[in-house]
T-cell receptor, first 109, second 115 residues
């Protein structure tokens, strides 16, 4: 059974700093997804990673995938307040889309 | 396309009552997922459908929960009878065929409160 684990669960960081969120998954998967959820809102897709070594960047966020290590990272560069949200990674076990526990990110001045 | 549409957005009901949540997936999507989100348990997959057929309902917590997808454009999640511990946000999501590698798109969710 696929398990997806994220760490840290909570992250409080100062504006301008860099940090990385980690996503480990327990079984072989060729796809990894990152989503963002603002308080009281739905989940919005950020990145789709489809192969080993895939790297995608959007603004201050960069996601990567290492299928051999079963690890994906979401790197935050020079954080700004607008990035405050909860970030989820998700992976597939056959056709079941399973998500991690989420990382709640708070960026303060 | 208007995206995944869920109704109602909010539902407050008394314990023991029947609750029906509704979802309209994105046209052309052949996968539909129902999730429950709580602070304690995070985002749990309850059941998913492929081409209107339930494939895996192992996440459905109890027999009080049931889901149907009578056609490609409509699905329901029913709780009968409801209990206070069912209070959560329920999300519906849809996606295209797995091989295309596209992401799942989520509805706005239904916030259910059982008192």
């Amino acid at each position: 059974e696929l398990k997806v684990e994220q760490n840290p669960l909570f992250l409080s960081m100062q504006e301008g700093k860099n940090y990385t969120i980690y996503c480990n998954y327990s079984t072989t998967s060729d796809r990894l997804y990152w989503y963002r959820q603002d308080p009281g809102k739905s989940l919005e897709s950020l990145f789709v990673l489809l192969s080993n070594g895939a790297v995608k960047q959007e603004g201050r966020l960069m996601a990567s995938l290492d299928t051999k290590a079963r690890l994906s990272t979401l790197h935050i560069t020079a954080a700004v307040h607008d990035l405050s949200a909860t970030y989820f990674c998700g992976s597939y076990n056959t056709d079941k889309l399973i998500f991690g526990t989420g990382t709640r990110l708070q960026v303060f001045p | 396309d208007a995206g995944v549409i869920q109704s109602p957005r909010h539902e407050v009901t008394e314990m023991g009552q029947e609750v029906t949540l509704r979802c309209k997936p994105i046209s052309g999507h052949d996968y539909l997922f129902w999730y429950r989100q709580t602070m304690m348990r995070g985002l749990e997959l309850l059941i998913y459908f492929n081409n209107n057929v339930p494939i895996d309902d192992s996440g459905m917590p109890e027999d009080r929960f049931s889901a149907k997808m009578p056609n490609a454009s409509f699905s329901t999640l029913k709780i009968q009878p409801s209990e206070p511990r069912d209070s959560a946000v329920y999300f519906c999501a849809s996606s295209l065929t797995r091989g295309l590698g596209t992401e799942a798109f989520f509805g706005q969710g239904t916030r259910l409160t059982v008192v």
